[in-house]
DNA sequence: ACAATCTGGTTCTATTTTAGAACTAGATCT
DNA sequence: AGATCTAGTTCTAAAATAGAACCAGATTGT
């Protein structure tokens, strides 16, 4: 056995999503950046994580343009850690997992952290997947088709 | 150090969310799952796995109540293991997924599988964010609000 | 200006996880 | 009945993770 498998080159789009950020902290980091989280000490301290953990993750997350790094906004001499567009793009992976946790990860009254709307203070709607006319659309109104070019 | 870290009773759904599913393998046998695979020999089959590392993932899931097992549907006394309600809840973390493999990780041209409307042939539509007005909410118009009580 | 502390790492070791091969009991096929 | 298939378990080697210790350069306090 050499190393851990790659999914790098798989034709499934979701298979090479999780080759990327599929490890159990990278979510996670990515999660902390959207709420803000800025500086190698603040990822630290906010996940609990290793540092050589954590270097390494920051590592594959820039190597991949999900996160780049910049000059430290409080103008010290430091980098800090940005998401990249293509980080941003990760936000509704973020909100799905977010609600599949909300509706079966907790007992009931159990504290819990949500998701808010900054313009009217409200939690933020649920995600829905719509068909082109606009309903709602299952899992179970769709299929996979195997491969084909772009 | 004792053993993995563990979100499982974190205030935060992601961390509890990434704490049951959050590894290399469970999201790729959830994503075969709701393409139809059922059986260990498929799941084998289908994602290259070792078979001690297929058995734990399906114990862990079936455990989490995320599959369950169910005699097989050819009336073999085999068993075959099948999504449940709170499996199907996965889907749109699936989905989120797989549209951001589709928009970062492929280059033009290159072959890939893409998920289809079953009634119109056509590729979904995108996932989005919405207000309750129905407008579209990006990352910059949220927060997180640290812990309430549900 | 100098010492103390903070920051963002790297390195080291122990433990755990993973990959893959070999093996196995029971079910199924011929 | 014998061969093969299924769904695992067990074994070993390699890799990843956790945590502690260490370190150079930046910053802060006096």
Redesign the pocket.
């Known amino acids: 056995?050499?190393?851990?498998?790659s999914f790098g080159h798989a034709p499934c789009p979701v298979a090479r999503a999780l080759d990327v950020i599929g490890?159990?902290?990278s979510l996670l980091i990515i999660r902390d950046a959207f709420d803000g989280v800025r500086?190698?000490?603040?990822f630290e301290a906010s996940l609990?994580?290793?540092?050589?953990?954590l270097?390494?993750r920051?590592?594959n997350l820039t190597e991949h343009g999900i996160l780049e790094t910049a000059p430290?906004s409080d103008r010290?001499?430091?980098?800090?850690y940005l998401l990249t567009e293509k980080g941003r793009g990760l936000f509704l992976v973020i909100v799905a997992l977010r609600q599949w946790g909300e509706d079966h990860l907790y007992r009931p009254g159990e504290p819990r952290s949500s998701l808010i709307n900054t313009e009217t203070n409200e939690p933020i709607s649920r995600l829905e997947l719509r068909t082109g006319d606009g309903l709602p659309l299952s899992w179970a109104g769709t299929r996979v088709k195997k491969v084909d070019a772009a």
Request: net charge positive; hydrophobic share 45%.
């Open positions: 056995m050499v190393k851990r498998v490890d159990w902290w500086r190698f000490s603040e609990g994580i290793a540092k050589g953990i270097a390494s920051l590592r430290a010290s001499a430091y980098r800090e």
